[in-house]
């Protein structure tokens, strides 16, 4: 006998997401529901929503949803049903959910506060493997103009060149400027070279007249401020 890939389609009508979404809305749908609109098909032997619930148990680090924010595609793949497209979907997924977030801000918001600054880039960072060090360029006003990813590093520590920050801020025509990294064991005590460094382009910033107004350090939905804690004048 031979076997066909499993579709949505072929669940009872009252356990398929589209129908269920049209009579519901998206909120009534499981995360395996989520997912299995996104995959649409299943293996020869399991339906989409079935594949989408091994999807979410896969990982022995994190389950759930959640695990989509720390699998590779390589990883993906390795799951029986997962190929490259459906990969790349998942993958694609988790990044829109990221931007999405960061997209809920307004334009033009203002990083006058640290938890302002913190909240803006949580999604995006607390979720890295490795520590990555961003530069958030500001105007006059602490109004964001860009950010962009300076370094990514090992898990215990990143490269960070004051050079390039001020070609950037200069580039940008900012006039001051926030870096933020990221602690992947997900506490955001600083750590001795965080506070070493911090001062080091403090000092350079002021020399060049591009102020660091501060340094965040972001950790599993927490984050410490350097300037609140007082390493910052």
Known sequence: MEYKERTIKELPESERPYEKFEQYGAQALSDAELLAVIIRTGTRKERCVELASRVLTYSVHCQGLMALYHMTMKELMQIRGIGRVKAIQLLCIA???????????????????????AEYYMEQMRHLNREQVMLALLDSKARLIRSLTLSIGTVNSSML?????????????????????????????????????????????????????????????????????????
């Not at 801000?105 to 640290?114: A, L, Q, T, Y």
């Not at 990294?181 to 997900?186: F, I, K, L, R, V």
């Not at 965040?216 to 350097?226: A, C, H, N, V, W």
Request: glycine letters at 6%; charged letters at 25%.
């Open 161 to 233: 060149s004051p050079r390039e920050i001020f070609l950037e801020a200069v580039k940008a025509e900012a006039v001051n400027f926030i870096l933020l990294h990221n602690h992947p064991s997900g506490d955001p005590s600083p750590s001795r070279e965080d506070i070493l460094i911090t001062k080091r382009v403090q000092e350079s910033g002021e020399l060049l007249g591009i102020s660091l107004l501060d340094h965040i350090i972001i950790g599993d939905k927490r984050y410490i401020s350097l300037k609140e804690s007082g390493y910052l004048l």
């Open 95 to 117: 990044e829109l959910s990221k931007r999405l977030h960061r997209a809920s801000f307004r334009e033009g918001i203002c990083f006058n506060h640290p938890k302002i600054i």
